[in-house]
Each structure stands twice: as structure tokens, then as C-alpha cells.
């Protein structure tokens, strides 16, 4: 299983907002576990809220690396609110809308918007929670502590992700919606 | 701005980043001590007390920098008179009576209470 938590990022605005998607799949082992059919009842496969929470981390993590052209390691560092309203199901799909709050040296803090569209029901995406998170640029940190020079945060799976989303990796794209054709 | 006005705003600034309740927000209340602020909290703040106010902030402007690193200003688990000297100038907005009682450098962070954060916006805005 790869550590890879949005399936394609659809829109961004370098250095103020990213819209990312996943979708929710029974073909995912985790959902098998929470929680699994017991003697009580069948199995009730939710999207664990700690990997909705990844996800969301993921899609601002993207924001805030790619608005300093991932010269930076963008480390989740503190989540100062999650909420989430209801639970997700597999067959579902979860919209993640990340939004710049904050960049600066240090690091950088963001606002995001969880909306899920249920294709059981037809209609619109709803929104079912928020989080707001710290993020650190981890060579910048107080201590004075040295990393390796290569970025590990943004490594093959992210920047497949980003191709693939037409996201340009070496250099700063000019602000405009992806469209919906992977890049060349 | 007024200063309760400056008051208030810190003080929400601080319940959301440290999730205390509005009363525990008292001015002589230290950061870390009191509410609970761990080192991230402090990036959180500095993020959160720009949005409220408007105002950038350098790093190391509100809180220090690259002190206790510097065998200077820190020996043997100790901030050095000069140390303490560099932080009152770096950082006049700060609460140093408990550090020069006992200069020892897991103390450093007390230097920062919450009557410390508002001087801060106060010179800021002033």
C-alpha cells in the first residue's frame, strides 16, 4: 500500500489554494478493519477520520511546498482544529479544499474544508468537517538540526500524484485550473 | 486600538492556538507553564497573531532565536548574564524577573506570558 492519500489534485492556485480529491475504495485493506464484522453484526467499513485528517494534511502539505517550489521538506506539525460531522463510506468521494493562510520562513499554516459526495444520493458535495494545521519547514527548525539535502517528503509518489495532475514539478506553474489532461 | 481591545485578540488567538478556555488567559499567565505551549505552539501563534492583527512578523522578533546554541550566551545548563543582556534587547517586550531568579535555560520559555504577547502587538501597533 502506498502512504498516498489523494488521488489527483484538480485545481490549484500557487501559494493560496489546492482542491484535491479521493476516492474511497473497498478494494482498501484499512476499511476490512474499521471496524470488521463480528459476532454482534456485519462489518461497517468507515474511512478511519486519522486518514481523512492524512489526506487533507496531504492536499495542504502540496499547497505549501509547491508555493516555495518543494525546495522546502513540508512536515505536518501540529493540527490546531479537526472536525469532522459524519462518516465515510466506501463508494464515496472526498473533496479536499486547502487554503494558504500563512508562509513564511519557518513554516507555514493552513485552512482546509472536507466535502464528501455520496453517489448513493444524488447531488452535491457536503461539507463535513475542517481542520487547521501548522505545518514546519523542517531545515528551518529551532534546534539547528541537519537533514539529509535530498527531499524525502515530496518523493516518487507525490510527484507521480502531481504529474499526473498536471501539476508542472520543477518549476512554478502560472496560476490557472488543471485542466483534465495529465502533462506531457 | 485599545488596550483591552489588543487584550482580547491575544486572547483568542491563544485559546485557539493552545485550546484553553477564555479565563485561564489571564496576563500573568506563562505560555508554556500555565497553558500548556509546546515549541510548535509558539510558530502557530506567531501565524495567528498576523492574521488577527494585520502585522508580519520577522522570525526570531517575538520569540529567540539561536540562543541557546550559542556557548555565549548558555554555559552549563545556564543563560549567561550577556545571554540574558542579548535577550532583553532582542526581546523588551518580555517578562525576565523569574529568568534572572533562576537563569536556567528550561526556563527561558517563561519569559513568556501572556501580558508579553500584548506588549508585543502593543509596540507593534504602536
Known amino acids: 500500500m ?19 480529491v479521493k476516492n ?12 470488521a464484522a463480528s459476532e454482534s453484526g456485519p462489518a461497517e467499513a468507515i474511512m478511519p477520520a486519522s486518514l481523512i485528517l492524512e489526506g487533507m494534511a496531504q492536499s495542504a502539505g502540496i499547497l505549501v511546498g509547491h508555493a516555495e517550489r518543494f525546495k522546502e521538506k513540508v512536515i505536518l506539525a501540529k493540527v490546531t482544529r479537526f472536525e469532522l460531522e459524519r462518516d465515510v463510506t466506501p463508494g464515496c468521494t472526498i473533496r479536499y479544499t486547502a487554503t494558504l493562510d500563512q508562509i513564511g520562513a ?3 499554516s493552513t485552512s482546509g474544508v472536507i466535502e464528501v459526495l ?25 534546534a539547528g538540526t541537519a537533514y539529509p539535502e535530498h527531499n524525502f517528503v515530496f518523493g516518487e509518489t507525490f510527484k507521480d500524484l502531481l504529474r499526473n495532475s498536471g501539476v508542472e514539478w520543477e518549476s512554478r506553474p502560472a496560476d490557472r485550473p488543471l485542466d483534465s489532461s495529465p502533462a506531457p | 486600538m485599545t488596550q483591552d481591545e489588543i487584550f482580547n485578540k491575544v486572547q483568542g488567538v491563544l ?26 505552539d509558539f510558530l502557530d501563534i506567531v501565524f495567528q497573531l498576523e492574521q488577527a492583527f494585520g502585522f508580519k512578523i ?11 546554541q550559542n556557548p555565549e550566551y548558555v554555559q552549563d545548563g545556564k543563560v549567561t548574564p550577556k545571554g540574558i543582556a542579548e535577550l532583553k534587547s532582542r ?14 535555560v528550561e526556563r527561558v520559555a517563561e519569559i513568556f506570558t501572556v501580558e508579553a504577547i500584548v506588549k508585543f502587538c502593543e509596540r507593534k501597533l504602536g
Open chain 2, 15 to 40: 485559546v485557539e492556538a493552545l485550546a484553553v478556555d477564555d479565563d485561564e488567559v489571564t496576563p500573568e499567565a506563562v505560555l508554556t507553564r500555565d497553558l500548556g505551549a509546546e515549541s510548535i
Open chain 2, 91 to 104: 526581546l523588551p517586550h518580555a517578562n525576565f524577573a523569574a529568568l534572572e531568579a533562576d537563569p536556567a
Open chain 1, 106 to 108: 519557518s513554516g507555514a
Open chain 2, 58 to 68: 520577522q522570525p526570531g522578533e517575538l520569540f529567540p532565536e539561536n540562543v541557546a
Open chain 1, 24 to 35: 474511497v475504495s473497498l478494494a482498501e485493506d484499512h476499511l476490512h478493519d474499521h471496524f
Open chain 1, 118 to 142: 455520496d453517489h448513493a444520493r444524488a447531488g452535491e458535495f457536503e461539507r463535513i468537517g475542517r481542520a487547521q494545521l501548522v505545518f514546519s519547514h523542517l531545515d528551518q527548525n529551532l
Open chain 1, 2 to 20: 502506498r502512504w498516498i492519500w489523494v488521488d489527483r489534485v484538480v485545481e490549484l492556485e500557487t501559494g493560496a489554494r489546492l482542491v484535491a
